[in-house]
């Protein structure tokens, strides 16, 4: 059995291996470094994604959602997910996608599974309540994007990896990663603040505002596509998707516009203001999406990679792991201190603006700035730094001062 904030330890401790890969990556452009770039960007992304996000969630679903009793139970499923994620980091360096990196994948695929089921055989929600929607459709999405790496195989061994069918089916499992499985499920952890502490929310707003996250969701996957030029049918649908996620953003913003006094009084104020900048971040994430609609910028993006990074980053780095830190600080799973915050958002916003940059001056056909590679490299090691020093002070047994903690 492992208690709760050992298993938000192991999370942080793989986002903070993945932090580091990101800064080696970021080396490559400025020295020589004895490594294949394109085995360490798996690694990478992988321990992202499985194990920093994936773990957070999923312990965050086990403390608030599963029954108590199952303890034991669920510990070997835990303990078998590591395993997996640990054969992924120790594998993908080594070889990249080979045999045992593809092993430990696909067992990792069929943990995921495991949970899913564990979730609904094992959970304590009100079937009622929009906390259990989120969550309940967030776990589905996240079966559903597994159809990408099942598809990899058999798309490599019959067309190749240069076939359009293959980035589509990568495109396809990062969709409904990001857009499915980790919004929907944050979303559904702050539903769930909501209802616990009874704040009173419109209930017909909160209908329509997950049937139109879900009908966009599920459209806004063409938008993934629109890259190989396809037929204007698919053009359309990416389109009207992403034009009823703005609907969708519209009336998230009208419950929490009705809730915000509320939830201020029962929230701590930096943790409040965190979740008002994750909000912002999230309505940014929305309009860059809505431009990808637009068949110039949708093709514009196909072009420069910078701003595909751009905005996984800003996704990853921003709407999911600031609402990590907000949810798990919120329930008392993790110690946050201002002043580390404050350097993983000087990290995450200066990088964020170099990469954009980079872009929009391949865009304009304009030169960078002299040592750009150098100082996006320094910038980004500040990432790692403060997950360290978050690390490092979860790692206490007892609490410090109250002025040094969140």
Known sequence: MISIKKQVLIALFYFLIA????????????????????????????????GWVYVGLTSLIYHLFIKKEVQ???????????????????????????????????LFLICSYWFYFFFRKHNTCDKTNYSYKFINTSLLFMVLSSIGPWALGIIMSTLGSTSHWYKNAIYFYLHFQYNGWF?????????????????????KNNFLFYKLMIVSCCLTLCLSFLWIKPSIFIYILGFIGALI???ALIKFHQILKNSKAEFFQRTKPFTYTLLQF????FAFKIILQFLTAIPYFAILVSQITDFVIG???LTFLGVVSLSLFAFLNYFKLLKLSKFWVK???????????LIFYKGFCNWQQLSIINNYYTILMIVSSLIPISLLGIFIMNLKPTYPTPKELL
């Open 19 to 50: 932090g580091s890969l990101g800064v080696l990556l970021r080396l490559f452009p400025v020295t020589e470094v004895s490594a294949t770039y394109k085995y360490i960007v798996h690694t990478h992304s992988h321990v992202a994604l499985l």
């Open 72 to 106: 034991k139970k669920y510990s070997i499923l835990f303990w078998c997910t590591q395993i997996t994620i640990l054969g992924m980091l120790v594998s993908f360096p080594i070889t990249g996608y080979a045999l045992f990196s593809i092993i430990f994948s696909t």
């Open 183 to 203: 919004i929907f499920c944050v979303l559904g952890i702050l539903f769930f603040i909501l209802e616990k502490n009874k704040i009173n929310i419109n209930k």
């Open 245 to 247: 996620q703005v609907i």
């Open 278 to 281: 994750v909000y912002f971040l």
């Open 311 to 313: 905005y996984l980053h």
């Open 343 to 353: 350097i993983y958002l000087t990290g995450f916003i200066v990088s964020e603006i």
